[in-house]
């Protein structure tokens, strides 16, 4: 469904599904984005019972919660990640300026 919605086409057109680091999770939140932003949602209920807040994923940790995580290759995965996240958002805006 998220490679059929408005923005997933545009961004399959743009060649983003073989570009991205994590084509799968970056078609979804776009998706999930554009669907939270419209009157009617086709998915309420799913989109009720996801998170309020996110600070339980590890990419949303402090630098107080990272200091327990010193010296596990896990913390260098949550960093890892994260510029994973920030490259494929870059790439999204420069090739689809209606995400931005």
Request: contains cysteine; aromatic residues 14%; proline residues 6%.
């Amino acid at each position: 469904m998220a490679f059929k919605s408005p923005i997933g086409k545009l961004m399959y057109e743009k060649g983003l599904r073989q570009r991205l680091i994590s084509p799968k999770h970056s078609f979804l939140g776009a998706y999930l984005m554009q669907e939270r932003r419209k009157e009617t949602k086709i998915f309420t209920e799913y989109l009720d019972i996801l998170p309020k807040s996110l600070e339980d994923f590890p990419i949303f940790f402090t630098e107080e919660e990272r200091k327990f995580l010193k010296g596990s290759p896990f913390l260098t995965q949550i960093y890892e990640k994260i510029e994973d996240i920030k490259i494929d958002y870059e790439l999204i805006c420069k090739e689809v300026p209606e995400f931005a």
